[in-house]
């Protein structure tokens, strides 16, 4: 593997590792672990005002982190979508690489069109993702850096191979043109040789 094309396959694998890790289902339910150190922590208090402030405090907590992350739901909505598509780009890098460009450049661009595609469409999913308020902001931020890292690179790899197939494809049908250009020279060399042999009536 190429330098660029190995750092291409790091890029895709770091974000399926994030795409993986921010799209974990998250549960509305408080585990009794939680609800045992709220008790708890009430139950130290003295003062009606300060066990007030206390459950203020825990409610913004509990409210804030219900606010963001798949639900089961949002996940099978759309988390599942997104992870196969980071797998799918992890794929598609190692499937362009391991193609033979001198004889395999078509496959290898298609496969380059591929991430290209998946880039542009987990981008979408992400920012439909902010609009529903499943991730944060900050999160897309990260997220989208992430894709748009591969996207970069994938589209810079597709410009380079795209010229040199442009090149090869040239050089082929340059090949083909002169053979047929051959075949017809010989074809009208026969036809006058044997015009010439033919008896005259």
Not at 104 to 123: N, P, S
Request: aromatic content about 6%; proline content about 0%.
């Amino acid at each position: 593997m190429a330098e660029k094309e190995y750092l291409l396959g790091n890029r895709a694998r770091e974000l399926l590792r994030y795409t993986n890790q921010a799209t974990r289902i998250v549960s509305d339910d408080v585990s009794q672990r939680d609800v045992r150190a709220i008790i708890k922590r009430i139950a130290e208090l003295d003062d009606i005002r300060e066990v007030r402030s206390v459950c203020s405090v825990v409610t913004h907590q509990l409210d804030e982190k219900s606010n963001e992350g798949f639900t089961k739901s949002k996940f099978r909505l759309y988390g599942e979508d997104m992870r196969q598509i980071a797998k799918n780009i992890v794929r598609d890098v190692h499937s362009a690489n391991n193609k033979h460009f001198q004889t395999e450049y078509d496959a290898r661009l298609k496969k380059i069109d591929d991430v290209l595609d998946g880039c542009t469409l987990l981008l979408e999913y992400i920012q439909i993702c902010v609009e529903e308020h499943i991730i944060s902001v900050k999160k897309s931020g990260v997220w989208t850096k992430k894709v748009t890292d591969v996207k970069y690179m994938a589209a810079s790899w597709r410009k380079n191979d795209g010229g040199r197939a442009r090149k090869l494809r040239e050089e082929a049908q340059a090949q083909a043109d002169k053979r047929q250009v051959e075949v017809v020279k010989a074809a009208i060399r026969q036809y006058n040789a044997e015009r010439q042999t033919r008896p005259t009536q």
